[in-house]
């Protein structure tokens, strides 16, 4: 398949998804590469084929002693640089092709072999420090185009409909919309209705969600939207990344952090925190994945202008 936004830099993991010496598949436009951590924290990746008998590479193992991964197949090993390692020795060039990647703090970016458009986003290392990373939640393979699963991130109507029932959202204003380049900012309000308690006892993290709270978004186009919750007992940032696997398949994952009055109760409600954000994901999920073909709307909602500001920088790639 021709890659999508060619150039785009891409967020495909974060390190505590790989753990260590455990070979971690990711399909990137239409091509499978394997990914894996040393206990130094060396990340290596190479494209997912063994160039023998094509094997999957991720089905193997990794060998500590060499850092290497083995085939699953024949147990043939190959280095970060994609050579052979055979009779003692390793190839003087590379047998298989590595995918390069660049890892910021714990943020694992590709530009998928291609050469770069825009430079990485800043927003991630710029938002989160001196917050405490609390986890990886959502991690899921959607079926859908990658623009669709864009568009919902930008669509804050939807979450009135969509994610009416886990949060009795009642109303979102959006203001401070600012529009620069790939770089979008706002401010959101949100008025929900009260949950019941058998609601709170499913989900304790309700607990912390006020009947009117405000959050400030930000958004890396292509990849990121990120947004910060001001809660009463401190600070929730939730980031979700975005990649197209294939043309019709996309996958998502939210990385959650956290800055909490009380450390006591902050960690009781960590495990509640990701299973919202769980939660969020399976239900735009459900709403992508049984929507029809986009076509031309008939009908505007306020706020779309964001939506179609994302859609606008999608097109004119």
């Not at 094997?55 to 085939?71: K, P």
């Not at 979450?159 to 959006?174: C, L, P, Y």
Request: neutral net charge; glycine residues 6%.
């Amino acid at each position: 398949m021709l890659p999508i936004l060619s150039g785009a830099p891409w967020l495909i993991a974060h390190r505590s998804m790989l753990g260590i010496n455990q070979p971690y598949k990711v399909t990137l436009n239409g091509q499978d590469y394997v990914l894996w951590q040393n206990s130094n924290g060396e990340i290596s990746a190479l494209n997912n084929i063994c160039p023998h008998l094509q094997a999957s590479l991720a089905d193997g193992w990794i060998c500590q002693e060499r850092n290497t991964i083995t085939c699953p197949f024949h147990a043939i090993e190959f280095d970060g640089q994609g050579r052979l390692y055979q009779n003692g020795n390793f190839s003087t060039q590379a047998i298989t092709e590595p995918l390069e990647l660049t890892v910021i703090d714990d943020y694992i970016w590709t530009y998928n072999g291609l050469a770069a458009k825009i430079p990485i986003s800043s927003l991630l290392t710029r938002i989160t420090k001196g917050f405490e990373f609390i986890g990886v939640a959502g991690i899921k393979s959607i079926k859908g185009d990658f623009l669709s699963n864009l568009l919902i991130n930008y669509d804050y109507n939807h979450q009135n409909g969509t994610h009416r029932e886990s949060f009795k959202i009642k109303d979102v204003a959006v203001s401070d919309y600012e529009e620069q380049g790939y770089t979008t900012k706002l401010s959101q309000t949100i008025t929900r209705d009260e949950n019941t308690l058998q609601e709170i006892i499913n989900n304790p993290a309700l607990l912390i969600i006020p009947k009117k709270f405000t959050n400030q978004f930000e958004y890396a186009f292509p990849c990121l939207t990120s947004f910060i919750a001001q809660i009463p007992i401190g600070q929730i940032i939730q980031i979700h990344a975005l990649y197209p696997e294939t043309e019709a398949q996309t996958k998502t994952f939210v990385m959650l952090f956290g800055r909490f009055k009380n450390t006591i109760i902050g960690s009781f409600l960590k495990k509640s925190v990701l299973k919202a954000a769980d939660e969020i994901i399976r239900q735009d999920t459900n709403a992508i994945e049984k929507s029809y073909k986009r076509s031309i709307p008939k009908i505007r909602l306020p706020n779309e202008e964001i939506m179609f500001y994302a859609e606008k920088l999608y097109q004119e790639w």
